[in-house]
């Protein structure tokens, strides 16, 4: 395995000197760029997951038209539990649907541990891809057990969550149970990434914001914080994002990840303050704010820019992922405008 410690992503991530801020956007390869629409055409969400030739060109797009910083592996977050032994699917326009939700005891014996064996198809897309990216790193990721519970528990996307906190705060023994073994899922999964060459991970919580501090810190950040200590000896940095965080930075922080990713709500000095001096920040300018016009785009990038130089180390990135409408010279102007600013 051979982290790229000299690029300028993997540097920012470690709070070292960069020669710009690097770049990156989550979501940069999909929906936005028509090269992935015409790829994906009659291709499901999880065939293409499972296809490292798909994988691999999916995954290069954004970097060849955009020159991000770092590429992210085209997966997605339900693709380990599916290779676990749970029935479900990626409805376009709904997400995961989950067949037989996991409600009871008897339920988790449908969630089988995952073995690096299940994902051989993850392990053969990332080599291809490190070959190919040469000096751009490569970002491994996957879901927080968190976030992969709701969707197990409520049968697919939610807004509400109800199920979800039932569990958790009714049956909080079947709670961690079914936790413990997303998160050994999640643990297993990342590192067959590492092992095959990426330069550094991302857990994504995505649906954490909907739980208060003192419910994220005693039922979900025990389960992450696993997580994220068993890629401690890794030897790459680990991100920790979440949407609608604002009360959660510090706990994330604390979770043990070397970067945290913030989302549009919170100012990065700010978020800076909260997290704690000794760890870089990704993030964070409102996805929306690429539909306002460039001048709008331009100030707006300043600012997170300035406020980014609050942490140790500063990711520039969106504050969410890229919309699907989005212009894709927007992004490619973005990423020019953001080496120009911060190599002055």
């Known amino acids: 395995m051979t982290v790229l410690e000299d690029s300028p992503f993997v540097r920012a991530c470690r709070g070292r000197s960069v020669p710009h801020t690097p770049v990156w956007f989550m979501r940069q390869a999909g929906r936005s760029l028509p090269e992935y629409r015409k790829i994906r055409e009659g291709v499901g969400m999880l065939e293409s997951c499972r296809r490292p030739d798909l994988v691999t060109e999916i995954t290069l797009q954004p ?122 899922i999640t643990s297993t ?28 810190r005693r039922y979900v950040m025990p389960h992450s914080a696993a ?20 009360v959660l930075l510090e706990a994330m922080g604390e979770a043990g990840a070397d970067v945290v990713g913030v989302d549009w709500r919170t100012p990065l000095d700010d978020a800076t303050r909260r997290i704690g001096p000794d760890r870089a920040v990704q993030g964070n300018l409102d996805p929306a704010m690429l539909f306002a016009g460039w001048e709008t785009v331009e100030r707006e990038t300043r600012r997170v820019l300035a406020q ?4 140790p180390g500063h990711v520039f990135n969106l504050g969410h992922g890229v919309m699907p409408e989005t212009d894709p010279e927007i992004l490619t102007r973005l990423v020019a405008l953001v080496h120009e600013v911060s190599g002055t």
């Open 227 to 246: 997580v994220l200590r068993s890629l401690l000896d890794a030897g790459v940095p680990r991100i920790h994002f979440g949407v609608n965080t604002t």
């Open 189 to 216: 999964f990342l590192r067959v990434q590492v092992d095959a060459g990426v330069s550094a991970v991302q857990l994504f919580d995505s649906w954490a914001g909907a739980l208060s501090e003192a419910d994220y």
């Open 63 to 184: 970097v060849r038209r955009h020159g991000v910083d770092a590429a992210i592996l085209f997966s997605d977050i339900v693709v380990p539990i599916a290779a676990a032994g749970v029935d479900l699917d990626i409805v376009a326009g709904t997400g995961p649907v989950v067949a037989e939700p996991i409600r009871a005891e008897a339920d988790l014996e449908r969630l089988r541990p995952l073995a690096a064996g299940d994902v051989d198809f993850v392990s053969e897309s990332v080599k291809l891809l490190v070959a190919e990216l040469g000096s751009t790193p490569l970002i491994g990721f996957a879901g927080a057990p968190f976030t992969l519970a709701s969707y197990l528990i409520e049968g697919g996307p939610s807004r509400t969550y109800l199920k979800t906190k039932a569990m958790m705060y009714g049956a909080p023994e079947l709670w961690n149970a079914l936790l413990g073994r997303l998160a050994e």
């Open 308 to 311: 980014g130089k609050a942490a």
